[in-house]
């Protein structure tokens, strides 16, 4: 089932004034019914949550009604297993100081260099703990191109050992756009960390960057954390982690020594979310499941048709960026060259070789014409592009171009016009 890309389109106010938004990894346009939910809270319910007049309970229960609606897109078993904050980097903080009473000198942190956000959290843990970091590392997968990086099963079980104690990775990159088959590595790291006796392993899945394209199911996946931002997801800006309810009881609260928090999530929330924030995600389900064909209405059918449509988009990006003649130019995608169902439409690529380009003169072309936003760096992915091989310039990083269901193919194509100018 196909999206009605113009009802869809009807959904963003932004995107009536034509403008191509291209850097969606970075942060999505919003729906009106969120504008308009934080502005009929404001008018409406903006008083203080827990008191016991009307309006009070009114405002309390819309606010909270935010974490029913992170408990729908994470698929939790209840609203006391989702904590909000400012930014998934600010949740992450506070998770791995509410972890420092349950980890040990020599346990291992097996992370990824992918978002700093689920890096460099528990390298500092680690550092105050004395753990140990090892790292799961990308490779390339085509001979031809050495920046087609992707995570493997294989590499990553010889790094489990007795001594395991977290594996942090993102479900899906926002440089190489690759989705991780989440359940497929956790069933793989369970087994191994089963043979060898590891006492208490968790894991965290940054689901930021794929929180906008595919469904995620922190029970299927039988992951322990999960996070993602909403102002990815088409929503406003804040951010909700998952914490298991078995995971959330040793947990240090990082709340008021008097408020009872025993095993709510509030114990990694040192203060409210914002209100009218909250409330406005409320909106976000009601969106994705009106991109659900009728006989449908599930998130599983919206995000498919999501998916399904993204391929599309895709499909004339990539198209143009494996090109030979691209290739032979110089053009190297980063990441996953090939159009399909496990990877979503976040597309990096460098120009290498004789006439090799800086990023930021390729972001420059796109700048002078303005009409189309996109951009080049690291995008906060540090590690991995510091560590591709041959080395890029980190700071230059690479060009990337990102795409959600709302972006046409007119505006692909609009794109790759531009690219071939800035490319001549
Ligand atoms: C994959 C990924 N993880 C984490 C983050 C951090 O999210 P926040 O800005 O909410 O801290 C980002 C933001 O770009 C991201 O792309």
Known sequence: MSLDIDKVRSHFPSLASGYIFADNAGGSQVISDVISRISDYLINTNVQLGADYSVGQKSTRRVADGAVTAKELFNASSVDEVAMGASSTLLMDHLTRAM???VNEG???IITGEHESNVGPW???AARKGAVIKYWNPKPTLPVNPYSVALAI??????????TRIVAFTACSNILGSIIPVEEVVKAIRERAAKEGTKKLEICVDCVAYAPHRKIDVQKWDVDYCYFSFYKVYGPHVSVLYARAASLHPLTSLVHHFLKVDTLPYKLQPGGPGYEIAYATTAVVPYLLSLSPSNANSLDASF???AIHEQQLLKVLLGFLTDPEQVERGVRVVGDEKVGMSRVPTVSFVVTGQRAMKSKDIVKVFDAKDGVGIRYGHFYAYTLIDTLSPKLDVNDGVVRISLVHYNTVDEVERIVDILKEALA
């Open 100 to 102: 420092e009473s349950d």
């Open 107 to 109: 346990d291992e942190f």
């Open 123 to 125: 390298k500092k843990l």
């Open 154 to 163: 294989p590499d990553l079980l010889p790094l489990i050992s007795f001594r």
């Open 304 to 306: 498919e048709a999501i």
